[in-house]
């Protein structure tokens, strides 16, 4: 594939990303997105929410922007091994963050609510996509001045 036409493509997954978070209100079950945009959440009382439905869509937020962001790194470095690679980090951080973030829903307290917010915000945006694009980038160009080292 061309590489204009891989940035095309690529431009366009971000730019679905972006949709989903422009419409995240509208698309997901999630009330502590307007608790967690008021500056004084510290000290407010969270509010009412159902955790099944809540952690559920969390989840499929998360899966969602996973597929794309794999689909990113696979028109952008065309190796079947970093997608591979890159699925079952994506995966990892699943299990990890995802029982982290129902943990914390089910023994919410004040003091817990700054974790709640990052472990949230790690689950609902496709921040992780930032460490693997440089790293797998690091990586190609590691492993291709190796081999002309040989």
């Not at 891989?6 to 307007?34: H, K």
């Not at 969390?58 to 962001?69: A, H, V």
């Amino acid at each position: 594939m061309k590489a204009r036409y891989r940035i095309v493509f690529i431009g366009m997954l971000v730019i679905v990303l972006a949709v989903i978070r422009f419409y995240e209100s509208s698309l997901f079950y999630d009330p502590l997105i307007n608790f967690f945009k008021s500056s004084d959440y510290l000290n407010d009382k969270i509010p009412a929410f159902k955790a099944g439905l809540l952690i559920l869509n969390t989840i499929f937020r998360y899966i969602l922007n996973s597929i794309i962001s794999i689909g990113i790194i696979a028109i952008a470095f065309i190796d079947r091994n970093i997608v591979k690679f890159s699925a079952v980090l994506f995966f990892i951080l699943l299990i990890l963050a995802g029982s982290v973030f129902t943990y914390l829903i089910f023994t919410i307290e004040n003091e817990h609510f700054l974790a709640l917010f990052y472990v949230r915000r790690f689950l609902i945006h496709p921040i992780f996509i930032l460490v693997l694009l440089p790293a797998f980038y690091y990586y190609r160009i590691n492993n291709q001045n190796i081999k002309n080292r040989n």
